[in-house]
């Protein structure tokens, strides 16, 4: 038996169209789910700006509710939240039931968009902390400030938050920075007088990935966890004199499996998304918010696309 429901098709540069597509009931180790929410990953608003060279997966970071259990399915059970990278802005799905993670019925659904989360989990593995290290975020957009909220609760000595929004800084500071400095007016010396064992580059753009260069100490780890896009210029000589450490944390280098610590970091509230989560829209006015989002509304922070009501 099948049934009709809508999703979005990223259709070219700054076109997106809500199409209807067929969903079957679940065959065996299937499971069928309404889709409660997705958050809009920065790669969402990429393809929007830029268009893709192929087909693009509609949406990544969804958490629904599982309808229908296919045959053989027992460790979940109907009525379940769930999440997993196959969930995006479809209203429903039928998948595989490998793959999938129970999250707590707690709070509303955009407060369990776990896939960005997880991501954080493998930037964080990859800075390699020790106690009383002293740590830099460069950018603190969405991403940067998940990050900032982890390391606020961890045992780091200086916490140094990098931005251009001031707005962005204050808030930062309220998740436990100890240090923060508004990138036009960065003395790179004063934050090299910091002693800053490792930088994150969450910026993604080519003044974040040079600033984060200058200011690691000598010895020090840079972890490039944004993606810069495009042919950036790498400062080789200065990683190589310095003797910089330069990792990349993206998805595909996790140490482990992250999504099991991401929800326990959401259930503790270790990373809470709630203050970070500026806006929430229905799946009609999703092209409307990706506009927002690519004119680089200093009120914008996170997407998220609210499907069916929980």
């Given at each position: ?18 199409v ?13 789910i ?15 700006k ?43 799905i ?9 999250v ?7 407060d369990?968009?776990?896939e960005?989360v ?9 800075c390699?902390?020790?106690p ?10 969405f991403?940067?400030?998940m ?45 090299r007088?910091?002693s ?5 580059d ?16 000598n ?18 000589d ?6 910089i ?7 595909n ?18 990373i ?10 229905t ?5 409307d ?5 690519s004119?680089k509304?200093?009120?914008?922070m ?9």
């Open positions: 038996m099948t049934s009709r429901c809508r999703t979005i098709h990223y259709a070219g540069k700054e076109k997106i169209d809500l209807e597509v067929e969903v079957s009931d679940p065959g065996p180790g299937e499971v069928q309404e889709t409660l929410a997705c958050g809009v990953c920065a790669w969402d608003v990429h393809v929007y830029n268009g893709a060279d192929g087909p693009v997966p509609p949406g990544h970071e969804g958490v629904g509710r599982i309808l229908k259990l296919g045959v053989g399915v027992t460790h979940l059970k109907e009525g379940d939240w769930v999440t997993g990278g196959r969930l995006g802005f479809t209203e429903r039928t998948c595989p039931a490998s793959g999938l993670y129970v707590p019925q707690q709070r509303r659904p955009q369990w968009i776990v960005p997880a991501c954080i989990v493998t930037g964080l593995d990859h390699k902390l020790k009383a290290d002293r740590i830099a975020i460069v950018g603190c957009g991403m940067g400030m990050f900032v909220q982890a390391l606020g609760h961890s045992l780091v000595d200086q916490l140094i938050c990098i931005d251009v929004n001031n707005g962005r800084l204050e808030m930062a500071r309220k998740f436990g920075a100890t240090h923060t400095c508004n990138a036009k007016d960065a003395d790179v010396q004063d934050l007088n910091l800053i064992d490792t930088v994150v969450c910026s993604g753009a080519q003044q974040g990935l040079d600033l984060s260069s200058k200011i690691v100490k010895g020090g780890r840079l972890n490039l966890f944004g993606w810069n896009h495009g042919t950036g210029q790498f400062p080789g200065l990683w190589h004199m310095n003797g450490t330069v990792v990349n944390s993206a998805p280098s996790a140490e482990r499996n992250p999504w099991p610590a991401a929800i326990r970091l959401l259930e503790r509230r270790l809470d998304l709630e203050p970070l989560v500026s806006h929430v829209v799946l009609d006015k999703y092209p918010l990706l506009k927002q989002a004119q509304d200093g009120s914008y996170k997407g998220v696309v609210s499907l069916n009501a929980a």
